[in-house]
Structure formats: structure tokens, C-alpha cells
């Protein structure tokens, strides 16, 4: 028994001579990874600047911020059972206050127009009660527990409060009115002034 192995492709050339002309098939190169097309430069281009912009933002806003943090762990040390209390309070609310905004502007304000302004920066629920318990820092009894307390709330709500401080209204005959976030100015009469 005589077995020949009979190559299959010289078959096929055998039944059909067009086929001996072929030649293999060339595969091209792979696709590679670089050069990006445009679209992918511009959406990384796109993707940097919001980072840089961001982080830009994220910078700028802990700056702004710092004072209130600083202040705020100050506010923590500070003896709720003290007699000047409310003083020491005061101080430290109008210290942060002039690291905001402009000394001629701030230094001026007591009484009302102090305590509406500090109204501006509170949650509504909160407005309205921070200008009678710092008013009587200036009497020679202490705060009691609960007023003692609740300017704390006050005070802690005032310094976490993420608003950005605005300069109070200038005017010489006028009365700062807090309603909502905004403020409305009411002339005063010559008379009353």
C-alpha cells in the first residue's frame, strides 16, 4: 500500500489554474492608540480646565473661609458661664467681620444696624434674636444659662454660615431693615434723627 500526502493547495491549482495566480492576503498594520484624534485632545483639553477651575474655586473658597474657621475655634474656647460672655462674643463676631470687609465700614456699626447686619448672614428661622442678647453685654449681670445658650447657637450658626458678607448699606439717615436675605433701607424724618 502506497500512501502519497497530497498538498490541498496544490490541489485547488490543479482543478483551477486562476487560482495559482493569487497571492496571500496581506493584513495592514494594526490601529494604534496614538496619534488621539481631535475630538479626544479637546475633550482632555476640556476635562484640565474644569480641574484648574475647580480647583481654583475649591482654593479661593478656603481662603474666604479661613478667618470664619479660625474664629469658630476661638468661639469654642471661649467660658459660656463668663461674665462678659456676651462681650467676648461680640468682639469675636466683629473681628471676623473686619477681616471681610472694610474696617470704615464694619467698625462703625452697634446696637441695631450691627445686629441687623450679623441678621443678613443667619438662617431665617435664626434672625432677629442675636441683637438683644449681644445689647446686653453692656449690663453688669451675666447672661443667663438659656440666653448664655442660645447666643452660642447664634454665634455657631452666624460662623458656619457659608454666605458671603456684603458691606452694610451707607447712608446717613438710614435704618437697615432685615427681611428674608435682603436688605431694605427706610429713611428715617429729619426729626427723628
Excluded at 475630538?39 to 480646565?49: P, R
Excluded at 482654593?59 to 462678659?84: E, G, H, I, M, S
Excluded at 470687609?101 to 442675636?130: C, H, M, Q, T, Y
Amino acid at each position: 500500500m502506497n500512501t502519497q500526502t497530497v498538498d490541498p493547495s496544490t490541489l485547488d491549482q490543479a482543478v483551477n489554474p486562476a487560482l495559482a495566480e493569487l497571492k496571500d492576503i496581506i493584513v495592514p498594520d494594526p490601529i494604534g492608540a496614538w496619534p488621539w484624534a481631535l475630538g479626544y485632545w479637546l475633550v482632555l483639553i476640556m476635562l484640565i480646565a474644569i480641574l484648574i477651575v475647580t480647583l481654583g474655586w475649591l482654593r479661593k473658597r478656603a481662603k474666604y473661609l479661613a478667618p470664619k474657621k479660625a474664629a469658630k475655634k476661638l468661639f469654642t474656647t471661649l467660658d459660656r458661664q463668663a461674665v462678659n460672655y456676651a462681650s467676648e462674643v461680640n468682639s469675636l463676631l466683629k473681628r471676623t467681620a473686619l477681616s471681610y470687609l472694610d474696617r470704615n465700614e464694619i467698625a462703625k456699626l452697634d446696637g441695631d444696624a450691627w445686629a441687623a447686619w450679623l441678621d443678613n448672614s443667619l438662617p431665617v428661622n435664626k434672625r432677629e434674636r442675636i441683637g438683644p442678647l449681644l445689647a446686653k453685654r453692656h449690663r453688669a449681670i451675666p447672661l443667663t444659662v438659656d440666653e448664655a445658650n442660645e447666643l452660642h447657637e447664634l454665634a455657631q450658626a452666624w460662623f458656619s454660615s457659608k454666605t458671603k458678607l456684603a458691606a452694610p448699606i451707607k447712608s446717613n439717615k438710614t435704618k437697615v431693615i432685615s427681611v428674608m436675605s435682603t436688605s431694605i433701607t427706610t429713611k428715617i424724618p429729619e426729626e427723628q434723627c
